[in-house]
């Protein structure tokens, strides 16, 4: 950790291990190479320490803001990861519809179908649909 303040980093750690899961973070840490493990720390202290750890808006909102916006912006791959993540925050299965409601209707109709999509495909595997 060379870039950012260490505390940052493992406050980071802490919050991205217990909204992705820990073996999912460890996984993507313990693959980074000196080609990408820069962004992967930046991105930890940067986003989950500084994002996520300042503690006003609580991780269930978060994870709610997160979905909005990565479905307007079509990111179905992390969308479908931060959906995990959104479950782990406590985002029930009737808000995650609700949130994709609302992204039909300010983002069309073909960005909530693969809302819809993502979703019921990480609803299946947790048992939830």
């Keep these: 950790m060379t870039i950012f303040d260490e505390d940052l980093f493992k406050k980071g750690l802490e919050q991205r291990k217990a909204t992705l899961g820990a ?3 460890e996984t993507n840490l313990a693959a980074a190479d000196d080609f990408n493990r820069p962004f992967q720390e930046a991105m930890t202290a940067w986003c ?8 006003v808006i609580d991780a269930k ?7 909005s916006m990565l479905g307007a912006l079509g990111k179905m791959h992390e969308w479908e990861l931060h959906c995990r ?9 009737d808000e995650i519809r609700a949130i994709i ?3 039909g209707i300010y983002c069309g109709v ?3 179908i693969e809302c819809f999509r993502a ?4 609803l299946e595997e947790e048992g939830l649909l």
Excluded: C, E
Aim: charged share 10%.
């Design 48 to 55: 989950w320490g500084f994002g996520w750890g300042d503690g």
């Design 110 to 112: 073909p960005q909530a």
């Design 101 to 103: 409601h609302v992204i």
């Design 23 to 25: 073996g999912y973070v």
């Design 119 to 122: 979703a019921r495909k990480v």
């Design 61 to 67: 909102t978060r994870s709610m803001m997160n979905l």
């Design 85 to 93: 993540g959104a479950l782990n925050n406590g985002v029930s299965v």
